[in-house]
């Protein structure tokens, strides 16, 4: 059902347009310190927005995946809400990155604990279904077995 | 059914192919202006074809997640047509890019905008499965409010 | 059914991980070799590392969707089995990388064997789909020709 998987569907609407945005910020900055492309380095502001926008890129994808995949293996509220949490501190880290490299360890660290929450969910979630698929004769069998019938 | 999604399908597989395709031009430039790995820069004529792939490959995960969300929640024809747009306009500005900095402006704008029409539609989409799966009984009251029945 | 793709799920997480090893390597050798961000090189052994983490996450989306591709429209235990074999050439890749640029290579012609099996069996799976689809009734009817009724 659709409606099972629609809060995954709108953060992630809300993610490809925070990374819109952070585009949008890099090419500002090309303008302003007069980088002008293929060249990828500039002045250490320059760098530092660069940097950040690369970086969030580089995550992006391990981001949706796990979250769709905590979502669509557990439920999708809680991977709904953690997600919302990852692209708010996506967004504290490309701000604090673009003032000064020291302000952008706490919102990363904060991203990464968001993405690890994710993999719990998403581990608990698959752990089931294979427990469902894999083994559900087994404990019927022993629950039998233990209940006496 | 799959047979809902098979378009979505077709194109992430030809899309592939164009990843792949782009990373061939890149060895071959590799070889062409000898500069072996680690080593990222050489030439302009390098550095363009190598930024025009990678620019390719950070924007691949967004043009995906888009296509299959405007695929999934709204329709797979309009996300297919405009999937397949997002390819071609891709196709022109990375030979464009090789060829001089300026010719990769347009087809990257005409990219831009492909995956804008996929926001759009994701948007309607899941805006409509939200609007049913929270708001349905709200709006059957009111209609019947104003039906007078 | 989440049966069906739990096996896709595994994989994935398992990718997850491994993203999140290589991203620890790269924090350790810019400890080790004092390459504080937002810089991106430093002595050879550093830029080796980095870039073997940096190729890894470019090839991630690609590497997924395929499998995904094919997992979903031919089924998961091929596209899971194959998917594992190319985490596995990734990792030695990853630790050949490190240690010589010619030792990535072999591990990478066999990552790159493990996606283009994929696309083949994403193309098969997608290919009965859209026959299915599209053409059912025209088999039918020329089926029907030649059975003589």
Do not use: C
Not at 21 to 44: D, E, H, L, T, W
């Amino acid at each position: 059902m659709l409606s099972d998987i629609v809060l995954l569907g709108l953060a992630t609407l809300l993610s490809v347009l925070e990374q819109a945005y952070f585009v949008s910020k890099v090419y500002q900055a090309r303008r302003k310190y007069k980088v002008s492309p293929p060249a990828m380095n500039g002045p250490p502001e320059f760098d530092r927005i660069s940097r950040a926008q690369i970086n969030s890129f580089e995550y992006y994808p391990m981001f949706l995946t796990i979250m769709w995949t905590a979502g669509v293996f557990q439920h999708q509220v809680p991977a709904f809400v953690i997600g919302l949490g990852y692209l708010a501190a996506r967004f504290k880290y490309f701000h604090g990155y673009a003032e000064a490299a020291e302000l952008r360890v706490v919102p990363l660290r904060v991203a990464a604990l968001m993405l690890w929450i994710l993999v719990g969910l998403a581990a608990i979630g698959i752990g089931k279904v294979i427990v469902y698929k894999y083994a559900y004769k087994d404990i019927l069998r022993v629950s039998r077995y233990f209940m006496g019938n």
